[in-house]
């Protein structure tokens, strides 16, 4: 069964997120193999110092969760749930494990790009980091959707 980590900065507060998020975590739970790991999102009293150190924390973490690294990144490529969903599709075939990174507040570093195979980008807007991973999970839903012919994306 393929693995997806979901490795983000910070944790969520708010409910209504919560509850979409594990809404989705059990729609999946059939498919795939979910795995939310939340990482300590750093204070803002030096920027490039917290991105520093949450950049080595998701790095560390990459490194204990081998697999194909895809960096949520407003740089990155913007592509529909069809292509997403072929994407995963593919990966299947050579990975057990797919890592999604979202960064925290401030962002991350190069070295973070630099060691993600793809980097995706869901708009040129900003979103908060913690919505973020409620639209990242659900995305995920619909692309496991589209795989199996399930009747959710329209």
Do not use: W
């Not at 998020?21 to 990482?39: A, G, P, T, V, W």
């Not at 292509?83 to 599709?89: G, N």
């Amino acid at each position: 069964m393929l693995k997806i980590n979901i490795i983000c900065v910070g944790k969520i507060k708010e409910k209504y997120i919560c509850d979409g998020i594990d809404e989705f975590k059990k729609r999946l739970s059939k498919y795939i193999k979910l795995n939310i790991i939340e990482l300590k999102e750093e204070p803002d009293n030096n920027i490039d110092m917290a991105i520093n150190k949450e950049s080595k924390l998701i790095i560390d973490t990459i490194n204990k969760n081998i697999g194909y690294n895809i960096l949520l990144d407003i740089k990155g490529e913007n592509i529909s749930s069809e292509k997403l969903s072929k994407k995963i599709v593919d990966l299947k075939l050579e990975y057990s494990n797919i890592n999604f990174i979202i960064g925290g507040s401030n962002g991350f570093n190069d070295e973070v790009r630099n060691i993600s195979e793809y980097k995706l980008s869901f708009s040129k807007m900003t979103f908060p980091h913690q919505l973020m991973r409620l639209i990242l999970i659900e995305q995920v839903y619909r692309a496991i959707c589209i795989e199996n012919n399930i009747k959710y994306h329209k």
